[in-house]
């Protein structure tokens, strides 16, 4: 069986100053959609590897839209966030799973 799941690292809500910030940052026009371009210069700057942040993409954008919606790029953000934890949270990128504890409402 599979060791049971690491705990997940301490949470910003959704509404949190940070992740709105940043929002604004990639759509200071508040047109609602990140295109893939601005998404990725931006997720560019945390560090991460090209095909670790193509999943985050794949798994932000799951009907494949081309652009990020602002639940969208929260989520991308706590993917980046969960992924710079360390190894133990790469499972999900391997395995495209989301941990309920990732998902949260707006």
């Known amino acids: 069986t599979d060791p049971p799941p690491p705990p997940p690292p301490p949470q910003l809500s959704a509404g949190h100053p940070v ?11 508040c047109s609602g959609r990140i295109g893939a371009s601005d998404a990725a210069l931006f997720l560019k700057k945390s560090g991460l590897a090209d095909p670790v942040l193509g999943k985050i993409w794949d ?15 929260f989520l991308a953000l706590r ?15 391997r395995f495209s799973v989301i941990p309920p504890w990732l998902k949260f409402a707006f």
């Not at 992740?19 to 026009?29: F, G, I, R």
């Not at 993917?79 to 499972?91: F, K």
């Open 79 to 93: 993917l980046v966030a969960c992924a710079q934890s360390g190894h133990e949270y790469l499972s999900w990128i």
């Open 59 to 73: 798994l932000a954008d799951p009907e494949g839209k081309g652009f990020l919606d602002k639940q969208g790029f």
């Open 19 to 29: 992740y709105e910030t940043y929002y604004k940052q990639v759509d200071p026009s």
